[in-house]
């Protein structure tokens, strides 16, 4: 299975802007530019992007985990804050953390606990990044 984007590019790195398309269209030349990655500027950022993908893979890898548990979700809510700081050899992601709040009938706490920490650990997203990868998480 392959999945696929497309960035295009006009410009300086500063002033220049650029366009983000999905092959399924879910964005469809959305903006993205020097100022939404580094000041406040309108449009989305790389960064934003792999929090909601790792947010996402995330997310489904527990629910799956939970289920096989016994504990189907009613609500699984994560979000992933995603840091970007310069260092000797420019930027890098030097971490990760994921937030997460669900709600859950009748959970083992300890179970629970359990599959997050191996989500974390084995959903997709997480095994492709490089970096330090934290999380919280709490049953409502």
Known sequence: MDR?????????????????TTETGVLSNTPYSFSARFENGAGTNPEELVAAGHAGCFTMDLSGRLERAKMVAENIQTKATVTLDKGEKGFSVTRIHLEV????????????QTAVRQAKENCPISRLLNTEITVSARVE
């Open 101 to 112: 709040i669900a709600k859950i009938p009748n959970v083992d706490e300890s179970a629970f």
């Open 4 to 20: 696929s984007a497309t960035a295009v590019w006009q410009g300086g790195i500063k002033d220049g802007k650029g366009a983000l």
